[in-house]
């Protein structure tokens, strides 16, 4: 809720919210029905860390610091649609095993998506603009929000330190990592691209999502594993390789837009 009224709500906002929750969900639709994508990204971890950015605490950032200021609205947009895919299906698909049809259990998936904070942080938004409350309560819900983000930057740096310190793993690519990292660095930022010429949107426009679609992957995914104890040291790694590559491929990817 405080993201989401520190922001504000404009239909630059929505349009890239939207592209950046509809594309993460046919990559995992895809990826699920297929037995060959299944076998490279065998568990949920995997794919999460593949298509969930860390849009909030670099991508935006990075935005702010090269794009002019009225592209910020597609910025905050993208994050929120990743944060909130994130937050409402991560924890039914890290509960969810591969086995066959699992992954469509309807009933499970509409009980994780009411139960989420996201779906609540949304209804409580919506409730807010309806009373006209959102100029009081912007600011208040602001100080808990930042509170929050802090804590789960310190357990991310914890749940690193701990993959950090054991450096005979930290740089391996066992575990189908690799593929996570071309996914979350390459492809997926390739196919934004794709589809922001074919919504034709504008080059500053295009240049904003890709750099968001192409920031490593996200401390939630690290959160999500730790809550749900699911391939914790797996998600910890690729978060940590993903942001090392990252520092050649953001660059490349901004000169090869603005270009």
Not at 72 to 87: A, R
Not at 177 to 186: A, D, E, G, N
């Amino acid at each position: 809720m405080g993201l989401l009224l520190k922001a504000g709500i404009s239909i630059d906002l929505i349009h890239s919210a939207l592209t950046a929750f509809i594309t993460i969900s046919f990559f995992i639709l895809i990826i699920n029905s297929a037995t060959s994508l299944k076998n490279i990204f065998p568990n949920f971890s995997l794919q999460l860390a593949g298509l969930i950015g860390n849009t909030s605490f670099l991508g935006i950032p990075i935005a702010i610091a090269l794009l002019p200021t009225d592209t910020i609205n597609f910025t905050i947009g993208f994050d929120l649609g990743t944060t909130m895919f994130s937050w409402i299906f991560g924890p039914y698909l890290l509960q969810t095993t591969n086995e066959n049809g699992a992954f469509f259990n309807f009933k499970k998936l509409l009980i994780s998506i009411l139960n989420s904070p996201a779906s609540r942080g949304i209804i409580g938004v919506l409730i807010i603009y309806l009373f006209g409350l959102e100029k009081i309560l912007e600011n208040f819900l602001w100080v808990p929000a930042r509170f929050v983000i802090n804590l789960a930057i310190i357990a991310v740096g914890a749940r690193l330190g701990i993959i950090i310190k054991s450096k005979e793993i930290t740089y391996d690519h066992k575990d189908k990592i690799k593929y996570s990292l071309l996914l979350k660095l390459f492809i997926l930022p390739g196919f934004i691209y794709l589809v922001c010429l074919i919504l034709n949107f504008e080059k500053i426009e295009t240049t904003a999502l890709v750099l968001q679609a192409g920031t490593p992957s996200a401390i939630s995914t690290i959160l999500l594993a730790e809550a749900y104890k699911k391939q914790r040291e797996l998600a910890a790694k690729t978060l940590f390789q993903t942001t090392i590559i990252s520092i050649a491929t953001i660059p490349l990817m901004y000169l090869l837009i603005s270009n």
